[in-house]
């Protein structure tokens, strides 16, 4: 399961980076050639934006992400050292589920106030759309490693 | 103390030193000072999609791309072996050429964390494959990485000059001779750390017999290597593209040598390229997304603005001020990032140092010394989180490999302080 | 005194209960025409609800791009902002009515427009954008700003240049109407693009040019009067409603006294921008017959009817008549 929604996410945001990049070149060597095409800026910044949020899911799928943990680094414990590492979980749940929800929101304003970006005529505010997905992503893995802390401690025990 | 500022003082840290994932952490503590102030939940989400609206960003993918794939294609070989027969008997070469690239490329890249994906990506790789340590190869790359807001073209220059209604010409030209000086300053220490950590190239240690040949023939052999610099500088001086468009022009480069001329890489190869570039941007680029949150509502609250306050009118000496806004600035710095605290200081700090006499240029360039002494400093230093990605060591580690290299910037801050003649020169001269 | 507008809220005494009224604007400090703007209609804020309401001002972009200071307006997270008629357009479709090309040709028909076409442009815009529209600021012509030996004076000789234009249809259609090369370059690389010579020149008021130093990597100025550069004084909507009639009022007539104010402020400004030009060496001309320009450009109507919203015929048709008795009149 894991597995395939790490693949999932892979490909997704290469292919969404890689899309970036051909698009920006395009909008170079069609200015150099003098059929300048308008849409180019536009269309990259958008794949930019869903490369990255699709890509910190990845990122966070891989346990890539990064952090500091000065004092988490200190906690050796049998006990202790579950305690916080499910603490941090249930903080990264927290967040990513807060930003899932009211993402949803954003694309609910996004249908009543459309934002329509000027060169493409696309609804800019479906890009909460992706975002939602991502962090939805990054949700259920905290929520399957919370789980794995937890077998574990049991087992211990 | 209201809960507003327990949320940003108290919270913040302890999530960070708690190993909360760096992203969340800023996220989280942003999302409830959006809650304390009564706004919509809505802005929180909207604030992090929209810190990743500026277009300069792009240009961090694109190159941490660009060199995985020179990595895989054998490009960034054929220039590694060429430094090594160059310098290869000195201590600590690679670090002293990471720092110098580092200028090199700063005079196209107008961003920190753009540089040190650039030439960390290639280098950081290289100097751990010659047995270099990892904090070491990634602390130099990092601090390197700096240099790319000194020397013109430079992002934070423009806006400051914007802001303060400076030339942004002289501003550039301000830029140059303490962008040299600090070059040279940290060559000086990569010489020395590399020394203290036995990060010494061995000679022929990886058994290349192709480092034998003479140097001529090396050169010959990596002339399309040896062009991507060339086609960089160049497209961009002539006007073809921008800087951050170079940064994608990188990457098409790097591909077609790889596929047509080196003919090295793989389609997997190809893949692996893109999945470490997405793993790195995507850990990265969301810790500027919720970074820019954190601006918004700090900026909300005046609180940087009230920072200040504290410290003005304290004194009647313009060195004083300086040194005591510049020990503000970098404690600022910690948790903000460059364009935010420009944004955000320059109007008010522009107009107290002015009535002190002294010149908006000087200023200019203090404040971007010390916003790339902000790039490294821990929770917030970008700088830090590309090099710590790109040679796999944690933060905390590099955080502590990086503070010689953090002296060496407060000693340059310092005598840029006392000798304002080092900045101020450069553009007199070219006005008259 | 011209430079910075001299009064402010500062002095009115705070109190719990007090209303916060959270202004936010792009354009940096220094030389800016919509921190005046709302700094005046801040402080008119302050005296007309009796000190109910307490502006705080946060300028130079701090809250976010202009679009997305609308939509934190939308959402009341922000309560007034004052963006670019053409960064309001892609969430309010019916500010494009003031992108076209040649929809006036003076300041005093474009501020006639905004007065008689006001009431239609904000209930539209309510509906569009959720924010309402309650004053209004004028920076001024878009000029050509460009590097060149020769000045530009037909369509025809914008073929040579590589001309950086805002990301906004109408914009980019009237370009290429005059049979230029229109290329969307992000306003904070345009510097660098003109220094480096990706783009050889764009538009922009005097103002704009001026102070994004424009003038250090450009040698000539063309004036024309294609485009006015407008920003709306906007209100949080949902914030609107939630005052009370008295409030509500003080924000309406503090939001037209702004308006009245700041039009008779810019013009004098504008002059200073213009000295500090032609000082810095600018060759600044103007183009002294706009009817080619402007019939060439006004074949586009017709084809940008859909993009000012629903019954944009309607709206046109309305803003023509508007501009008839105008004429008519003077
Ligand atoms: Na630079
Ligand atoms: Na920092």
Known sequence: ?157 | MNWLYMDFIVLLPLLLLLGVPIFVSLGIVGMLAAYLMNNPMVFATQGILNGLENFALLAIPSFILAGNIMEKGGITGDIIRIFRKLFGHIHGSLGIVTIFSCMFFAAISGSGPGTVAAIGAIMIPAMQRQGYPAPYAASVAATGGTLGVMIPPSNPLILYGVIANVSIADLFAAGVIPGVMISFLLAGMAYLMARRSGAVAKSGGDNDSRERQPLGCLLWEAKFSLFLPVLILGGIYLGFFTPVEASVCAVVYALVVSFAVYRQITLEGLIAAVESTVKLSGALMIIVACSTLFAKVIAIEQIPQQFIALFSGVTESPIVLLLIICAVLLVIGTFMETLSSIIILAPILVPLVESYGIDPVLFGILLVVTNEIAFLTPPLGVNLFVASQIADIGIGRLAIAVLPFLAVLVLALLILIFFPSLTLWLPTIIKA | QTGENPVSWDGAPESDGQIAMKMGYSNSISWSTLGTTLRRFGQLVSIYSDNQIRPRIYPGGQLGSEREMIQQAQQGAVQVTIPAANNLAPLAPTMNIFVLPYIVDSTDKMNNLQDELGPTVTDRVIDEAGVRIVGWENSGWREFFYNADEPISQPSDLSRFKMRVPQNPIMIATYEAWGANPTPVNWVQTYNALEQGVVQGGDSPIRDIVGAKFTEVVNRVTTLHYNMLIHPIVVSERWFQSLDDFQKKAVLRAGREATAYVRWWQPLREEQWWQQARDEGLMINAIEDESEWEQQAQKLWPEFVDSLGSDGQQLLDEAKRINAQYDQSH
């Open chain 1, 1 to 157: 399961m894991n597995k395939i929604l790490e693949n999932l996410f892979l490909a997704i945001s290469g292919t969404l980076l890689t899309l970036m990049v051909v698009v920006v070149f395009y909008g170079v060597v069609s200015r150099e050639l003098g059929w300048s095409v308008a849409w180019t800026t536009e269309l990259g910044q958008m794949l930019f934006l869903a490369s990255v949020f699709t890509g910190a899911a990845y990122a966070t799928l891989k346990k890539a992400h990064l952090q500091i943990g000065v004092l988490s680094g200190l906690v050796k414990g049998r006990f202790s050292q579950p305690l916080l590492e499910g603490g941090q979980q249930l903080v990264v749940i927290l967040f990513s589920a807060a930003v899932a929800w009211f993402a949803t929101a954003n694309l609910m304003d996004g249908f009543r106030y459309p934002d329509i970006s000027p060169t493409l005529g696309i609804n800019r505010s479906y890009l909460y759309a992706i975002m939602a997905a991502s962090f939805t992503v990054i949700a259920i893995h905290g929520l399957y490693r919370l789980g794995h802390i937890v077998v574990a401690r049991g087992r211990i025990q």
